[in-house]
């Protein structure tokens, strides 16, 4: 058995959801992230409230953002794990 790659998910959101809905080019690393707003971040695994603008920056750009921590992110494992089960060969 396989894992589905990253590279996987993310022609896959992007048929599904269409290239507008990938258009996160100041979020280049996570490939779930849709957008974020003054209190809240939209990805596809849900929508998060923050307390402040300076809670939300804070995981939008040292996470999201981040070729090394958007992995770490509880959230996209869930997805990776989500997309592997529905593609596993």
């Known amino acids: 058995m396989r894992g589905v ?3 996987e998910v993310c022609e896959e959101v992007r ?3 269409g290239d507008r809905a990938m258009d ?3 979020i280049p ?3 779930f992230y849709r ?3 003054t209190d809240k971040l939209y990805c596809e695994g849900g929508t998060i409230k ?3 603008r300076e809670a939300r920056h ?3 750009y040292n996470v999201c953002a981040s070729a090394e921590h958007h992995k770490n992110c509880t ?3 869930m997805l990776m794990n989500h997309y592997d089960r529905k593609y596993r060969t």
């Open 75 to 77: 959230l996209y494992k």
């Open 29 to 31: 690393y996570c490939p």
């Open 5 to 7: 790659s990253e590279r």
């Open 58 to 60: 804070e995981i939008v």
């Open 15 to 17: 048929i599904v959801k």
């Open 24 to 26: 996160n080019s100041h």
């Open 50 to 52: 923050f307390p402040d």
């Open 35 to 37: 957008k974020d707003g």
